[in-house]
């Protein structure tokens, strides 16, 4: 369910309780026999949980269209950050090479190395892991969202990232390209699979830990 609709519900459930209770209160019942057949008259938590579950129209948008929420959306997530990342370098050098601004080589390849650090590991490592996130608190079934880390890993570990400032190597350029070859496959592979790991390892632990507290439940209920 949505937070918002189980918000909503959890209020409902309280208001119609307190009502039960009143008027049990107002048949001149004790406290505690008016709060007993209030619960009674309500359910368990398990029916009412159940009750509230049954409705797909208060599903949040990621239990209703799983396949979409992590797949096409974490890439397209990703790719509009990608480009709003190298537009923002691309702008810092053309106001560099507009204003007659100049820096060493060193300083060039420092700022490229920022640039493919943040485009092709800070950028895809926060987006796995907030969507992996978001698969962990919703319940989310893992099989779609570890195909849409794997995919949007696998397409950050093509993709290559260039940025020279003015009196770099390669002076004012801003470039960005993806491709895949026999030498560089190697590197690709091993760069997605980094970072899918340090997402689906913690994702993993948290599933396996929230299968174990059910499992403890449900034998409590036994």
């Known amino acids: 369910m949505a937070p918002r609709h189980v918000r909503r519900a959890v209020l409902e459930i309280e208001v119609h309780f307190h009502q039960l209770v009143d008027d049990g209160l107002a048949r001149g019942e004790s406290e505690n026999d008016a709060n007993l057949k209030a619960q009674g008259l309500l359910g368990t938590?398990?029916?009412?949980?159940?009750?509230?579950?049954?409705?797909?129209?208060?599903?949040?948008?990621?239990?209703?269209?799983?396949?979409?929420?992590?797949?096409?959306?974490?890439?397209?997530?990703?790719?509009?950050?990608?480009?709003?990342?190298?537009?923002?370098?691309?702008?810092?050098?053309h106001h560099m090479a507009v204003h007659q601004m100049h820096v060493s080589a060193r300083a060039?390849?420092?700022?490229?190395?920022?640039?493919?650090?943040?485009?092709?590991?800070?950028?895809?490592?926060?987006?796995?892991g907030a969507f992996a996130v978001l698969a962990y608190r919703r319940r989310i079934a893992p099989g779609w969202p570890v195909a849409g880390i794997l995919i949007m890993c696998g397409?950050?570990?093509?993709?290559?990232?260039?940025?020279?400032?003015?009196?770099?190597?390669t002076r004012g350029q801003t470039a960005a390209g993806i491709g895949i070859s026999a030498e560089s496959l190697p590197g690709q592979i091993l760069h997605a699979?980094?970072?899918?790991?340090?997402?689906?390892?913690?994702?993993?632990?948290?599933?396996?830990?929230?299968?174990?507290e059910g499992a403890i439940v449900a034998e409590a209920g036994d």
């Open 193 to 212: 699979a980094v970072i899918a790991m340090l997402v689906l390892a913690p994702l993993w632990l948290a599933l396996r830990r929230l299968r174990r």
């Open 155 to 169: 397409l950050a570990s093509l993709i290559n990232v260039g940025v020279a400032l003015p009196d770099g190597v």
């Open 108 to 128: 060039s390849y420092r700022i490229d190395l920022a640039a493919r650090i943040t485009c092709l590991w800070t950028i895809p490592l926060l987006l796995a």
């Open 45 to 93: 938590d398990q029916t009412l949980i159940q009750r509230y579950a049954d409705m797909p129209e208060l599903r949040s948008w990621a239990s209703r269209w799983t396949a979409i929420w992590f797949t096409i959306v974490p890439l397209l997530s990703f790719m509009a950050l990608f480009v709003a990342t190298m537009a923002m370098f691309s702008l810092i050098g």
